[in-house]
Nanobody, 125 residues
């Protein structure tokens, strides 16, 4: 499956952005889809994930209540709505997908075999 992430940009603190991850090549609904981010000098970290067919969603504590992950299976797309953005949300955001990602491993990037190219989110203070 090929993934294409989009929607990043520059926004002021308190603002919103909507990231999209579009898949091609496979039926997206059968995949766990995760969003991860990586800030300069830091390791890639889990942000949010949607289990197959959107049955379960998970969030990092740092974004819970501000970010929402959603699926549009008809469009083979997973979106990440980001509200109340903070400067510490600044990072390159990646979407990733995998079929064999068990629930307890959802937050680990090395469990996902397919990755998009990343989209930069910059939040100014």
């Amino acid at each position: 499956v090929q993934l294409q992430a989009s929607g990043g940009g520059l926004v002021q603190a308190g603002g919103s952005l909507r990231l999209s991850c579009e898949a091609s090549g496979r039926t997206f609904s059968n995949y766990v889809v995760g969003w991860f981010r990586q800030a300069p000098g830091k390791e890639r970290e889990f942000v949010a994930a949607s289990r197959q067919r959107g049955s379960t969603t998970l969030y990092a504590d740092s974004v819970k209540g501000r970010f929402t992950i959603s699926r549009d299976n008809a469009k083979n797309t997973v979106n990440l709505q980001m509200n109340s953005l903070k400067p510490e949300d600044t990072a390159v955001y990646f979407c990733a997908a995998g079929q064999g990602v068990i629930l307890s491993s959802t937050r680990f990037p090395d469990r996902y075999p397919y990755w998009g190219q990343g989209t930069l989110v910059t939040v100014s203070s």
